[in-house]
């Protein structure tokens, strides 16, 4: 069997490794940076579908969120109707850093598709797309409680 997991993940680990070191000089660490662009690009959001998007679990994002605000990047506002729901957006802050990370995902884009065709590089994507999808729905059951049968 092929494992493809593990070159994704040594891709995952060497790319998070460089963002942390380059991100450090603007206060960012930890894959902080992650979060501050998806609130960026989904203003409002609540903590479960961030969690969702992310894909990590609800204590990750409880420290990375407080930490965020803290550092004065993100902020909570109240639902106007359920007290209980706090809606999630950059500050200007974070508006600020956005270009920044942005800039530095186009980079690592670029170095990572090298001597990949527009076409292959759509494949690749796609394909990604898929294994996510497909392993969403095993991540879901764990993160309820269920154990998978291996």
Not at 41 to 56: D, F
Not at 89 to 104: D, P
Not at 113 to 127: I, K, R, T
């Amino acid at each position: 069997m092929i494992d493809v997991l593990r070159e994704v993940g040594m891709l995952e680990r060497a790319l998070d490794s460089m963002s942390n070191i380059e991100f450090k000089e603007i206060g960012l660490s930890n894959l902080q940076f992650l979060y501050v662009v998806r609130i960026y690009e989904h203003p409002g959001i609540i903590a479960e579908q961030l969690a969702n998007l992310i894909k990590v679990d609800r204590t990750t994002l409880a420290r990375a969120v407080h930490r965020l605000e803290k550092q004065d990047y993100i902020k909570r506002e109240k639902d106007p109707t359920n007290k209980k729901i706090k809606h999630l957006y950059v500050t200007e802050k974070g508006r600020q850093i956005y270009s920044f990370i942005i800039r530095e995902n186009t980079h690592s884009n670029n170095v990572a598709l090298q001597g990949f065709s527009a076409e292959e590089a759509q494949q690749v994507h796609d394909y990604l797309v898929r294994m996510r999808q497909n392993v969403d729905q095993e991540w879901q059951f764990v993160k309820r409680g269920g154990k998978r049968q291996y």
